[in-house]
């Protein structure tokens, strides 16, 4: 199997949860390491904690011409992993369409914007990062299971039509990240607790779980369009 060394891999929300442990893991196999995000306070908090070692720059995926200047400057990458995104949920009815349409900014046509214009070296991959809500909608999260299933078939599409650049996608089930730092520490704990309960594994997933599989993605150059579920067992129950 191909091996990370030496090889430049783009984060994009590189700075917190799944990307940070992507670019831990990574850097940890001898990766030439980019972490992007918007906010340059959390890049640089990161970059201090991966001892300085990689390269940061700020990019938010929502806007068009930050993405095209990000990725006009000539520079390539072999692999680009997209796991960047912030969104409000709630009922289709309660949402307000101005934060419905943001989440899918952020998510789908994030990814799509980054797809369209990242230079990838021959042999190289993109990564997009989904979640089990595409198979298993919730109340409440109708959209982001939309979103998530949207996401997932635009990595399929774009492993034949992008080809061989390779396209695929990690859909994480309940992950322990920063994600819900804004829920009280009581209810998060608590919700954490009874997902674990519910879960086959007993435990909830750590961002470390999704980090592996989005690595081994990088490296295994005979898979393009696959969508694989690291939810401890999620959609089977
Ligand atoms: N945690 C879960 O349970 C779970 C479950 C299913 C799917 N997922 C998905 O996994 C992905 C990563 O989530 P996470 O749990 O690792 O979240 P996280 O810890 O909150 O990290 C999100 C990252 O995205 C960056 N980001 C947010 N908006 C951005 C934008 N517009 N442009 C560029 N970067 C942006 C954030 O940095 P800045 O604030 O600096 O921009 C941060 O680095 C997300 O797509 C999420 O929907 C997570």
Redesign the pocket.
């Known amino acids: 199997m191909a091996t990370l060394s030496g090889k430049k891999v783009l984060v994009?929300?590189?700075?917190?949860?799944?990307?940070?442990a992507t670019a831990a893991g990574a850097l940890a196999e001898g990766a030439k390491v980019t972490?992007?995000?918007?906010?340059e306070?959390?890049?640089r908090a990161?970059q201090a904690l991966l001892g300085g070692k990689v390269e940061m720059r700020r990019?938010?995926?929502?806007k068009d011409t930050e993405v095209e200047a990000f990725f006009g400057d000539a520079l390539s990458y072999d692999h680009v992993v997209v796991?960047?995104?912030?969104?409000k949920f709630g009922t289709v009815r309660d949402l307000p369409l101005e934060d419905a349409y943001a989440a899918m900014n952020?998510?789908f046509w994030?990814a799509y914007r980054v797809a369209r214009k990242a230079a990838v070296a021959p042999g190289g991959s993109f990564v997009f990062?989904?979640?089990?809500?595409s198979r298993r909608p919730k109340p409440n999260m109708v959209l982001?299971g939309a979103i998530?299933a949207a996401l997932e078939t635009l990595a399929q599409g774009l492993a034949l039509e992008m080809a061989p650049v390779r396209f695929n996608v990690v859909?994480?089930?309940?992950?322990?990240?920063?994600?819900?730092?804004a829920m009280p520490a009581e209810a998060r704990k608590t919700m954490l607790e009874n997902v674990a309960k519910a879960l086959p594994v007993k435990r909830v997933?750590q961002?470390e779980d999704?980090a592996d599989q989005i690595l081994l993605m990088l490296r295994n150059t005979f898979m393009t369009g696959s969508v694989v579920y690291v939810d401890g067992g999620g959609l089977l129950i």
């Open positions: 994009i929300g590189g700075s917190s949860g799944i990307g940070y972490i992007a995000s918007r906010s306070e959390k890049l990161a990019l938010d995926v929502t796991s960047g995104a912030a969104f952020v998510k994030g990062v989904s979640g089990f809500l982001i998530n859909s994480p089930g309940i992950i322990d990240t920063p994600t819900r730092a997933g961002a999704c």
